[in-house]
């Protein structure tokens, strides 16, 4: 038998070393192979994100699940994996190896998104699932947005102003749109608080387009609507003077005002009547009137009967028509006047914009002393009111003496237009004055538009 041969003996170093490999593998069981994770299998809104990285997206945006609207992610998982406001354009992912699971090269940089906005690609307000939407700042509240493509719409100012009181005096009322909106018209009411019919010698003296200080003007957009509301020779108890302005947005409307004036009325128991022209290749979107004598000057009987959309030569518009003139009218009332003036205003805008139709209504009277008589036009669904107007005549001829305007305004049916709000129709109010006035008829006027 062969003698045993004895065992080969490891080197000092390398026992060593077996022994340390040894202890340190103690308590802690064999070593086990790490398995590649995978993304959460979690069904979207749910409130735990699995820690490990994937592969981005298309577009850059990391696939993470988002918690439903209003939840607090779980705070359990590792920051680099809970849920961020941060753009998906901040943030950096590695793209997975050749042949993993997604194995896609990662997306092109995208840039930087504005403060408040979605970074291009991301899924940010996409609703559940697309990862939580990113919350856009409120509006500036000196900045509308831009109205949507094809709108065209009106809103009401109001500005309003007490008086007149003692007798002969006048007030005014200047209202004036807000920034990002063109003034096209207006309108006035003259009233009492208490709602009680005024007495006979409340009047209109004038509703024009002017400038912020309330100056008439004669071109160029107008910056506000002047109303002025006035007391013949008696005083006035609770009366106030509304004064609207018309605003529109949605249309480059880009208003200008004509004017052309006449002198008088001059006799008793007289008219005359004034009528400003758009120029060629413009629309009429509105338009006012005036009369007025020096400031030095008392005549309580000069008043307005008639502020309207017309032809050139002054001849009211028909229903349905497309005028480029308005025409004021004043009378004298019962005694000769002074130094009067009468002044017609037309606000045009470029033909294309919008187009403008009239609507009108016609009725009898004032008749029975002291009665007012309402009108009210409505404009067709879909189309805005842009304005609107009111006459008086006796026979295609000038009233008695006592009959005057003192309504002619943007409403809702026949109630006056809060301001911020939005007319569908128009309202006219005539008065007589002491005196049956047989015959006499009125007529409402309302421009509706829409957008060309």
């Known amino acids: 038998m062969s003698p045993r041969r004895p065992a080969p003996r490891q080197p000092l170093a390398a026992a060593l070393l077996s022994a340390v490999l040894l202890l340190a593998g103690c308590g802690h069981g064999s070593p086990k192979a790490v398995k590649p994770t995978r993304p959460s299998s979690s069904p979207p809104g749910a409130s735990t994100v699995s820690p490990t990285a994937v592969a981005p997206v298309p577009g850059g945006a990391s696939p993470t699940a988002a918690s439903p609207l209003g939840a607090t992610p779980s705070t359990k998982a590792p920051a680099s994996a809970a849920h961020s406001t941060t753009s998906a354009a901040a943030r950096t992912s590695s793209p997975s190896a050749p042949g993993s699971a997604g194995g896609r090269p990662a997306a092109p940089a995208q840039p930087a998104a504005a403060p408040g906005q979605p970074s291009p690609g991301s899924h940010a307000g996409q609703g559940a699932g697309g990862g939580v939407p990113a919350q856009s700042p409120p509006p500036?509240?000196?900045?509308?947005?831009p109205p949507p493509t094809g709108a065209f719409a009106?809103?009401?100012?109001?500005?309003?102003?007490?008086?007149?009181?003692?007798?002969?005096?006048?007030?005014?009322?200047?209202?004036?749109?807000?920034?990002?909106?063109?003034?096209v018209a207006g309108g006035f009411n003259l009233r009492t608080t208490d709602g009680t019919v005024p007495n006979n010698s409340l009047r209109a003296l004038a509703a024009v387009p002017s400038t912020a200080a309330g100056v008439p003007v004669s071109s160029g957009p107008p910056a506000a609507w002047l109303s002025v509301g006035g007391a013949g020779g008696q005083p006035m108890t609770n009366a106030q003077t509304d004064g609207y302005a018309l605003c529109a947005t949605g249309a480059?409307?880009?208003?200008?005002?004509?004017?052309?004036?006449?002198?008088?009325?001059?006799?008793?128991?007289?008219?005359?009547?004034?009528?400003?022209n758009c120029p060629a290749?413009?629309?009429?979107?509105?338009?006012?009137?005036?009369?007025?004598?020096?400031?030095?000057?008392?005549?309580p009987s000069l008043h307005l009967i008639g502020s309207y959309p017309s032809n050139t030569a002054g001849a009211a518009a028909a229903n349905g028509a497309a005028p480029t003139s308005w025409t004021a009218v004043a009378a004298s009332g019962g005694a000769a006047i002074t130094g009067a003036t009468t002044s017609a205003y037309a606000v045009c805008a470029p033909a294309g914009v919008v187009s403008v139709q009239v609507a009108t209504v016609t009725a009898n009277g004032p008749q029975t002393a002291s009665t007012p008589q309402q009108l009210t036009v409505h404009c067709p669904a879909g189309s805005a009111v842009l304005g609107g107007g009111v006459n008086i005549t006796l026979n295609g001829g000038t009233p008695q003496q006592g009959v005057h305007v003192t309504?002619?305004?943007?409403?809702?049916?026949?109630?006056?237009?809060?301001?911020?709000?939005?007319?569908?129709?128009?309202?006219?109010?005539?008065?007589?004055?002491?005196?049956?006035t047989p015959g006499t008829i009125s007529s409402g006027f309302a421009l509706c538009g829409v957008r060309a």
């Open 281 to 299: 290749g413009a629309v009429l979107v509105g338009g006012g009137a005036s009369t007025s004598v020096p400031a030095s000057s008392f005549q």
């Open 407 to 436: 309504g002619d305004y943007p409403s809702v049916g026949a109630a006056p237009v809060a301001a911020g709000g939005t007319a569908t129709d128009w309202t006219a109010i005539t008065q007589s004055g002491g005196q049956p």
């Open 252 to 276: 480059a409307v880009q208003p200008q005002v004509t004017v052309a004036s006449v002198a008088g009325p001059a006799v008793a128991a007289g008219s005359v009547a004034a009528t400003a």
């Open 154 to 183: 009106t809103t009401v100012a109001l500005a309003s102003t007490a008086g007149p009181s003692a007798a002969g005096t006048q007030v005014q009322a200047s209202a004036s749109c807000p920034a990002g909106s063109a003034l």
């Open 140 to 145: 500036s509240p000196t900045s509308a947005p």
